[in-house]
T-cell receptor, first 110, second 111 residues
Framework: KQEVTQIPAALSVPEGENLVLNCSFTDSAIYNLQWFRQDPGKGLTSLLLIQSSQREQTSGRLNASLDKSSGRSTLYIAASQPGDSATYLCAVLNNNDMRFGAGTRLTVKP | NAGVMQNPRHLVRRRGQEARLRCSPMKGHSHVYWYRQLPEEGLKFMVYLQKENIIDESGMPKERFSAEFPKEGPSILRIQQVVRGDSAAYFC?????????FGPGTRLTVL
């Protein structure tokens, strides 16, 4: 059974810092991995999708890496801004079942 | 191309009533997924549907819950005889193949 863990559970940084969010999963036979952002009381916004054959994806200030063999993914956020404050979720897809981590709650202070 | 639509956004029901949650996928998407987010917990997969077919319902409670995705119209998640423990945010996602796009969710409160 796939288990997804995100560390840290919460992170607070001053504006402008670069930061890394971590995601680990127990079953490396994944189809893809997706990073989402969730704002309080709102739905999920897809940030990056990495197929199992890929090692990283980039979008603007975001970079996500995937090391399938070790069961790890990282989300790198460059030059953080207060608007980046949200909960970040990683999710892995095995067969038809997408498993989510509990998320990292990020606060970027002005 | 409008995003995934869910309605209602907020739904209040008394114990024993029925709740019907609707999800309209993005245009061209034939895959729909339903998830539940309980207070202070992560998202949990419930069911995966393609048009007129349930592909995987392994995450859905065996009783009181059902889902459909008819040939025409939105996908429906139906909860019969709701109990307080059903109070949660219910999200649907649609996909053309791989990437899932999420709706804003329906927040169900059972009094």
């Amino acid at each position: 059974k796939q288990e997804v863990t995100q560390i840290p559970a919460a992170l607070s940084v001053p504006e402008g810092e670069n930061l890394v969010l971590n995601c680990s999963f127990t079953d490396s036979a994944i189809y893809n991995l997706q990073w989402f952002r969730q704002d309080p009381g709102k739905g999920l916004t897809s940030l990056l999708l990495i197929q199992s054959s890929q090692r990283e994806q980039t979008s603007g200030r975001l970079n996500a890496s995937l090391d399938k063999s070790s069961g790890r993914s990282t989300l790198y956020i460059a030059a953080s801004q207060p608007g980046d404050s949200a909960t970040y979720l990683c999710a892995v897809l095995n067969n038809n079942d997408m498993r989510f981590g509990a998320g990292t709650r990020l606060t970027v202070k002005p | 191309n409008a995003g995934v639509m869910q309605n209602p956004r907020h739904l209040v029901r008394r114990r024993g009533q029925e709740a019907r949650l609707r999800c309209s996928p993005m245009k061209g998407h034939s895959h729909v997924y339903w998830y539940r987010q309980l207070p202070e917990e992560g998202l949990k997969f419930m069911v995966y549907l393609q048009k007129e077919n349930i592909i995987d319902e392994s995450g859905m409670p065996k009783e009181r819950f059902s889902a459909e995705f008819p040939k025409e119209g939105p996908s429906i998640l139906r909860i019969q005889q709701v109990v307080r423990g059903d109070s949660a945010a219910y999200f649907c996602a649609s996909s053309p193949k791989d990437e899932q796009f999420f709706g804003p969710g329906t927040r169900l409160t059972v009094l």
